[in-house]
């Protein structure tokens, strides 16, 4: 993908996952260089305090941000600084269990074409993805707007959030109001990622890029040891599917906010 720069956000100590994701990228030629992932963990009380609000999030979200939630988001700040030492005005963000082939290079190739006001696009992104079988719930999205890039690929505007911050398109702009927006650290990045009162977002139908099927259920952003791969049973998954669509129907034909 000729003149375009790809951040793959990584754990020093994830080797193998380097491994995967650097063979990924060299095996479709991209242009990518590794930023070194903050380990949440292993953060300072007194860094978590300097970059985040407890009180904040609380409010927000009836809980306080995990110490990996705020590194992934202080990683993604990395990218952006990189971003702007380079002078970018375009760039992609993966994780480093992102999984792509041919059709991120194809949906790329027609960038020129994005809507002009774009900001950020979100090349993957879900509801929820049950890891056992595969199973996705869609990102809930607007019935009042479609922008056709061709007859497979669609931009859509979220209205109920886009969950995943593995793939990421950003325009300077966007990136320079997510870099500021992150100054003090409220609620999931991923979160932040899919309001378009943060940054001028769309969200790609069907996605071109998701995680890894081993990695992915596998997460330095989560500090439990929840069984994340668990085996729900198939009417279970159709019904909470079913439950989000009824429940976003209504803002689904909502008037959406102009972009500016």
């Known amino acids: ?18 491994e995967y994701i650097s063979n990924l990228c060299l095996k479709y030629h991209l242009d990518f260089e590794i930023i070194d ?31 990996g939630e705020i590194g992934c988001a202080l990683s993604h700040k990395k990218a952006f600084e990189r971003m702007f030492a380079l002078g970018l005005e375009e760039c992609v963000i993966l994780e480093d269990d992102a999984w792509f082939d041919e059709r991120l290079e194809y949906l790329l190739s027609l960038r020129k074409d ?6 950020l696009l979100l090349l993957g992104h879900y509801r929820q993805v049950y890891l ?3 199973f996705r719930i869609e990102s809930p999205f607007s019935r009042c707007y479609d922008y056709a ?13 886009g969950f995943g911050t593995h793939a990421l398109y950003w325009k ?16 999931p990045y991923d ?3 899919s309001d378009d009162n943060v940054v001028n977002v769309y969200a ?13 259920k596998e997460t330095s952003v989560q500090d439990s040891n929840t069984n994340r791969t668990k085996r729900r049973p198939k009417w279970r998954k159709y019904l909470k599917r079913f439950k989000k669509e009824i429940l976003f129907l209504i803002p689904s034909f909502k008037r959406l906010k102009e972009y500016v």
């Open 37 to 67: 992932a903050v380990n949440g963990k292993e953060l300072d009380e007194s860094v978590i305090a300097n970059v985040s609000n407890p009180a904040g999030s609380q409010n927000l979200l009836g809980r306080t941000l995990s110490k």
């Open 1 to 18: 993908m000729q003149g375009l720069k790809f951040f793959v956000i990584n754990l020093i100590a994830a080797t193998q996952r380097r």
């Open 172 to 187: 300077l702009k966007g990136a320079q109001k997510m870099y500021q927006h992150l100054e003090k650290i409220l609620v």
């Open 132 to 134: 056992d079988d595969g």
């Open 204 to 216: 790609l139908y069907p996605v071109v890029v998701e995680t890894d099927e081993v990695f992915g």
């Open 114 to 119: 994005f809507p002009k006001d774009l900001e």
């Open 191 to 193: 979160h932040s990622t």
């Open 149 to 161: 890039l061709d007859s497979t690929y669609h931009l859509k505007r979220l209205v109920g959030g």
